[in-house]
T-cell receptor, first 115, second 112 residues
Framework: DTEVTQTPKHLVMGMTNKKSLKCEQH?????MYWYKQKAKKPPELMFV???????INESVPSRFSPECPNSSLLNLHLHALQPEDSALYLC??????????????FGPGTRLTVL | GENVEQHPSTLSVQEGDSAVIKCTYS??????FPWYKQELGKRPQLIID?????GEKKDQRIAVTLNKTAKHFSLHITETQPEDSAVYFC???????????FGSGTRLSIRP
């Protein structure tokens, strides 16, 4: 399996809701990433996990909470989001970070709309 | 930290012609330079990458060149086809870093 999968594909939530985004890969990759992408912009890094430990948090607001339950799974828990958080949320994985970044494989993304 | 600039922001070429997209980076420690293609509504996909120990890499109609002295790298697409229409992102990463820094993107349109 050479794909990164993400669920759900689309999510609409209110500002008081709690929801979670899920990402899965079975390529044995040990680095996983969450990105946020607004229309006509590049992906913006949010979090990096290396060997299931959080290694980078790009000063993301606490209403976004990442979790890496095991080496294949990555979650992003959402709570009390704002309309400006509406975006495409992309998960990615790469083999590992020892010696620097290698090819990142992206999932198809979750299109999030906050009402 | 690293900063990557990408030009042009939009590019329209006649089918069959060549397209060139240019990027500059600021961190001389950067040693990995991937290029991603993102079609409308799809995920970014790696199309080619180059490391700082080589100056050029080719894969069929796509080539990337790297000038470490000038901190420039470029994507060249020859014999463009309609399916090349997409947004292209360059990126750079240093050996010590755990992330890649993206350029702002180039929207490439191929005119029939």
């Amino acid at each position: 399996d050479t794909e990164v999968t993400q669920t759900p594909k689309h999510l609409v939530m209110g500002m008081t809701n709690k929801k979670s985004l899920k990402c899965e890969q079975h390529m044995g990759h040990r680095a996983m990433y969450w990105y946020k992408q607004k229309a006509k912009k590049p992906p913006e890094l949010m979090f990096v996990y290396s060997y299931e430990k959080l290694s980078i948090n790009e000063s993301v607001p606490s209403r976004f909470s990442p979790e890496c339950p095991n080496s294949s799974l990555l979650n992003l828990h959402l709570h009390a989001l704002q309309p400006e958080d509406s975006a495409l949320y992309l998960c990615a994985s790469s083999q590992e970070l020892t010696g620097g970044v290698d090819e990142q494989f992206f999932g198809p993304g979750t299109r999030l709309t906050v009402l | 930290g690293e900063n990557v600039e990408q030009h042009p922001s939009t590019l329209s070429v006649q089918e069959g012609d060549s397209a060139v997209i240019k990027c500059t980076y600021s961190d001389s420690a950067s040693n990995y330079f991937p290029w991603y293609k993102q079609e409308l509504g799809k995920r970014p996909q790696l199309i080619i990458d180059i490391r700082s120990n080589v100056g050029e890499k080719k894969d069929q109609r796509i080539a990337v060149t790297l000038n470490k002295t000038a901190k420039h790298f470029s994507l060249h697409i020859t014999e463009t086809q309609p399916e090349d229409s997409a947004v292209y992102f360059c990126a750079a990463s240093a050996r010590s870093a755990s992330k890649i820094i993206f350029g702002s993107g180039t929207r490439l349109s191929i005119r029939p």
